[in-house]
């Protein structure tokens, strides 16, 4: 049995007046996922927009450090 199948089972024994903590909570969890979605996509869209000739330009992870100045 999936995840998904066990709780939809457990749904059952719930009472009806605990049912706005479960709902609460999924509309939670799926709110964040839907808002990490979006900022991500948003992210990736502004990256792809950005006209800033140098943004594909790539450096090692020495050069890095030299240039922070951490040795």
């Known amino acids: 049995m999936s995840n ?6 457990l749904l059952d024994s719930i009472p009806d ?5 479960v709902l609460a909570y999924v ?14 996509q948003r992210m990736w869209e502004n990256y792809e927009n950005d006209p800033d000739p140098e943004k594909d330009d790539t450096l090692t992870l020495e050069e890095c450090l030299k240039e922070w100045g951490i040795s």
């Not at 998904?4 to 089972?9: A, S």
């Open 4 to 9: 998904k199948e066990k709780i939809i089972n």
């Open 17 to 21: 007046y605990k049912m706005g903590y």
């Open 27 to 40: 509309q939670g969890i799926t709110a964040d996922e839907e808002a990490d979605d979006l900022f991500c």
